[in-house]
């Protein structure tokens, strides 16, 4: 047998283990056997071989096995493994609540206290609120500065 065809062969195996480590969650493991693949082959380049040959199998191997992983990962996109499903508006999926809007200049108080973040009654409603930093004591008057996303922020009101 030639001297170059198990490094040869343990190259490859090291290219395929690489592609399974982003199909399996293996936790590292495949990554760790790719590279004991990768690190034998290239100490039986370079025992067998000029240290020149060692350096352009290193060279190759710092090179491709980085393309051989993002190539796994386009791979990845168009496999079956892969969520196909897009989740949209119009299928009626909503990130934020659309009602948060008309709390807006809504007031209450709060019921527990608010460092930054705590339970307040707003219009007769229970909500989870946060302040813009300031602690708030529980049962201080509030009213609703503004609304961003799921999140309704709060500020003391001054004038009860």
Request: hydrophobic share 50%; glycine share 8%.
């Amino acid at each position: 047998m030639s001297a170059w065809i198990l490094p040869l062969v343990l190259q490859i195996m090291a290219m395929f283990t690489v592609v399974a480590e982003v199909f399996l969650p293996s936790m590292g493991l495949l990554s760790i056997i790719a590279l004991g693949f990768t690190g034998y082959s290239l100490f039986l380049v370079f025992r067998a071989f000029p240290v020149s040959a060692f350096y352009v199998v290193l060279g190759a191997d710092l090179i491709l096995l980085p393309v051989v992983f993002i190539l796994g990962f386009k791979m990845l996109a168009v496999s079956p493994l892969s969520l196909k499903k897009n989740l949209s508006a119009s299928q009626g999926v909503v990130s934020q609540s659309p009602d948060l809007k008309n709390y807006l200049d809504c007031t209450g108080h709060s019921i527990s206290s608010l460092r930054p973040s705590g339970i307040a009654l707003i219009g007769g409603v229970r909500l989870d609120v946060v302040t813009d930093g300031e602690f708030i004591e529980p049962d201080a008057p509030l009213r609703v500065c503004k609304v961003t996303g799921n999140q309704v922020i709060v500020c003391r009101r001054e004038n009860i």
